[in-house]
Nanobody
């Protein structure tokens, strides 16, 4: 059973920063270290959008062009937490942010896709950016 819980969202002003977290305390350490993790977001009336992903070791990250340069994903495998640092936030960044986990195959490009088939998603944390 993989239960993921996001936190860190809130109401901020444009230009501010936030750090989101996604924890999996109930996941075994061995399993956690085998999972690549991703962040998605969904704004009202819009489809879920990929934000970024991080490999199981944290050595490799991949970001959507829409956020590249403003977000950084990281992870602490001892604590079983991943983070998403969001900088220079814009009103268009307002959305519910979700984390997801899938087995890290280590294949080139594996962080870029294949997330829709994983059953492991958190419940989301709301980020609202005012102008």
């Amino acid at each position: 059973q993989v239960t993921l819980t996001e936190s860190g969202g809130g109401l901020v002003q444009a230009g501010d920063s936030l750090r989101l977290a996604c924890a999996g305390p109930g996941v075994s350490g061995r399993a956690w270290r085998a999972y690549a993790m991703a962040w998605f977001r969904q704004a009202p009336g819009k489809e879920r959008e990929f934000v970024g992903a991080i490999s199981s070791t944290g050595a490799i990250t991949y970001y959507a062009d829409s956020v590249k340069g403003r977000v950084t994903a990281s992870r602490d495998n001892d604590k079983k937490i991943i983070y998403l640092q969001l900088n220079n936030l814009k009103p268009d960044d307002s959305a519910v942010y979700y984390c997801a986990a899938k087995f890290d195959s280590g294949s080139p490009g594996s962080l870029e896709g294949g997330w829709s088939s994983t059953p492991y998603w958190g419940q989301g944390t709301q980020v609202t950016v005012s102008s």
